[in-house]
């Protein structure tokens, strides 16, 4: 039986490699499909490691306090207030952000933010960024450090200073790496004063300090004429204190609010729900990538088809000569699946190629189980797409076969 398989996979490479430019153009489709599944999915999961990072690096003892009733389970605002409605309307107020930190033994620091965006100007360099108005403990609540100068104390919020730290891309920008400590910028139509430009962290959307500038919220509730915050972030003790911080800081809360004009998410809701979330952005990206594989199947069994057209005398002859059935359902089955691991293979380098070439723009990981995936998937195309082609051949009756024309 090995002989006899060996001496198929012989005829099988012949009949093949008789016909270079229709067996490249057959196995095209295959790898493009198998090429594309390695690279989205090493997309998708590079974006989910680079996300989940991002979210880890905020601490595990992280609460957030968001206004409006957000369902946390199913990821989205619910019709009773939640989203970016909620946020322009919020009732979160620095009072809540000192009740919390003086009421609830378990909490080490809390602090609020008020977020807007402003035209910012020095000289002649104008744009628009990222305000964040927050209290003189947002350092450490997020892990933030002043690489030049110092962030501002409580005295200076207290008193609404127009002062101003600057994220370590907005300092590049505006001051192309000279010293930008005391200098004086336009925010809006106010002027404030730099006193300090943060470490480059990096991050993703508003959680990028190096894309933003810090003001003392007092000074950002004047900026936007609002007395309230949008967010409160309340970092706990430890993180095996979380569960017992959630109910007592919900309790402090419900004294001046009612239930859904907040809630509290903590981290591990946060990186359940983006999670899931990208798994199913991975699994659509790769289900589209899939469909050329489909595509590629087709491609192979019609060649297969045409192949067993071509060959009708071979296969009479074949069978003449005491070749089975089986025999001949088996050769052309081995031709159309190395057709496809043939094209599955190529795409697998392609693939990975690809990943590691984007991976020098945008975060990659390369998983083990999706190339695997991508070379099953594509044996199985030939063996699914070549049954048809198979059956036929095998199904010749060698007296018609050997009559063909």
Do not use: H
């Not at 016909?19 to 493009?32: A, H, Y």
């Not at 070749?323 to 599955?344: D, M, N, P, Y």
């Amino acid at each position: 039986m090995v002989k006899l398989f060996k001496q198929l996979i012989k005829v099988s490479l012949r009949a093949i490699f008789k016909n270079k430019m229709r067996s490249s153009l057959t196995m095209l489709g295959v790898i493009i499909g198998v090429c594309s599944v390695i690279i989205l999915l090493s997309l998708g999961a590079g974006i989910k490691t680079f996300v989940t990072g991002e979210l880890e690096g905020l601490g595990s003892n992280l609460i957030l306090v968001v206004p409006g009733e957000i369902d946390t389970k199913r990821g989205f605002a619910t019709a009773r207030g939640g989203g970016l409605g909620a946020i322009a309307t919020s009732k979160l107020e620095l009072l809540d952000v000192e009740r919390i930190q003086n009421e609830v033994p378990e909490v080490s620091l809390a602090t609020g933010l008020l977020m807007g965006s402003e035209v910012v100007k020095y000289e002649s360099t104008k744009k628009t960024v990222q305000i964040i108005g927050t209290t003189s403990n947002f350092p450490q609540v997020r892990n933030a450090k002043a690489e030049k100068g110092e962030f501002f104390k409580q005295s200076d919020v207290t008193s609404a200073r127009r002062l101003i730290v600057l994220g370590a891309n907005v300092a590049d920008e505006y001051f192309l790496g000279e010293n930008a400590l005391g200098e004086r910028m336009q925010v809006g139509k106010l002027r404030y004063t730099v006193v300090g430009i943060l470490e480059k962290i990096g991050g993703l959307g508003q959680t990028n300090l190096d894309d933003q500038a810090i003001i003392p919220i007092t000074a950002a509730q004047r900026q936007f004429d609002k007395d309230n915050v949008n967010f409160i972030y309340v970092k706990v003790a430890s993180g095996d204190l979380v569960d017992v911080a959630i109910p007592k800081i919900r309790s402090v809360l419900e004294k001046r609010l009612d239930e859904d004009e907040f809630t509290l998410v903590d981290q591990k809701e946060v990186l359940r729900t983006v999670g899931n979330i990208l798994n199913v952005l991975t699994l659509a990206l790769s289900g589209i990538a899939a469909i050329s594989l489909v595509v590629g199947g087709v491609g192979i069994m019609n060649i297969m088809l045409v192949s067993v057209t071509e060959r009708t005398r071979e296969i009479g002859l074949r069978k003449a000569l005491g070749a089975t059935t089986k025999v001949i359902l088996l050769q052309f089955l081995i031709e159309s699946v190395l057709l496809s691991v043939g094209g599955g293979t190529i795409g697998i380098i392609i693939g990975i190629l690809g990943s590691l070439a984007l991976g020098r723009f945008i975060t990659t990981t390369i998983t083990w189980w999706s190339v695997l995936l991508a070379f099953g998937v594509s044996v199985g195309v030939g063996i699914l797409f070549g049954v048809m082609p198979a059956r036929k051949a095998s199904k010749l009756s060698p007296i018609a076969a050997l009559r063909y024309e």
